[in-house]
């Protein structure tokens, strides 16, 4: 079975610049959380969705907005970058049936804004 | 809010001994605790979980962990340490009345580092 797959690996982007961030989940999940890891820091939460709605958002700027897509893929896009944008992007997948506690990580998607 | 703090930046042990990774959490609802491991350049993965069964709790890899509420604490042991446990380990929280849509919460991150 395939896990929570993200593309792409590795972006470079510059500061004003946007850029969208994919993830699929994980056959059978029908919850995405999206997360963002700054260097030598733990993840940061950023979104929440199940079934296409926003479940619950954290602390970040309206520059930071997602969507979810009827087959359960998700984007996640920014707006405006910052230098301290740069950072690993994380999406995991989850399901109702264990409360979404227990998360499934995708290998990220390193972005570098310069 | 939920929070947690892990005590310890860098932990380094000799391969074969014991491994403590100390873990506090705050929560103001009944909270679900994990512990993820970061190998470099790799993805979170679950260690194990806790959600208010046992208080002990075995994970993969022959980690485990004890949630002690009196003491907010929910350390990771390993009995014998070996040079593939060498990663960044994080202490996560989830409130559990909150449904989980508050996201993971995750602690700064341990070091792990063994020594041969």
């Known amino acids: 079975d395939a896990g929570v797959t993200q593309s792409p690996t590795h972006l470079i982007k510059t500061r004003g610049q946007q850029v969208t961030l994919r993830c699929s989940p994980i056959?059978?999940?029908?919850?995405v959380s999206w997360y963002q890891q700054v260097l030598g820091q733990g993840p940061q939460f950023i979104f929440q969705?199940?079934?296409?709605?926003?479940?619950g958002r954290g602390n970040f700027p309206d520059r930071f907005s997602a969507r979810q897509f009827p087959n359960y893929s998700s984007e996640l896009n920014v707006n405006a970058l910052l230098l301290g944008d740069s950072a690993l992007y994380l999406c995991?997948?989850?399901?109702?049936?264990?409360?979404?506690?227990?998360?499934?990580f995708g290998p990220g998607t390193r972005l570098t804004v310069l | 809010a939920q929070s947690v703090t892990q005590l310890d930046s860098h932990v380094s042990v000799s391969e074969g001994t014991p491994v403590l990774l100390r873990c506090n959490y705050s929560?103001?609802?009944?909270?679900?605790l994990f512990w993820y491991v970061q190998h470099p350049n790799k993805g979170l993965q679950l260690l194990l979980k806790?959600?208010?069964?046992?208080?002990l709790v075995k994970g993969i890899n022959g980690f485990e962990a004890e949630f002690k509420k009196s003491e907010t604490s929910f350390h990771l042991t390993k009995p014998s340490a070996h040079m593939s446990d060498a990663a960044e380990y994080f202490c996560?929280?989830?409130?559990?009345?909150?449904?989980?849509?508050?996201?993971?919460?995750f602690g700064k991150g341990t070091h792990l580092i063994i020594q041969p």
């Open positions: 995991a997948s989850s399901t109702p049936d264990a409360g979404f506690h227990e998360q499934f």
């Open positions: 056959s059978g999940h029908k919850s």
């Open positions: 969705y199940y079934e296409k709605e926003e479940r």
């Open positions: 929560s103001s609802y009944s909270p679900s």
């Open positions: 806790y959600t208010s069964a046992a208080t």
């Open positions: 996560v929280v989830s409130d559990l009345d909150r449904g989980g849509a508050d996201g993971l919460t």
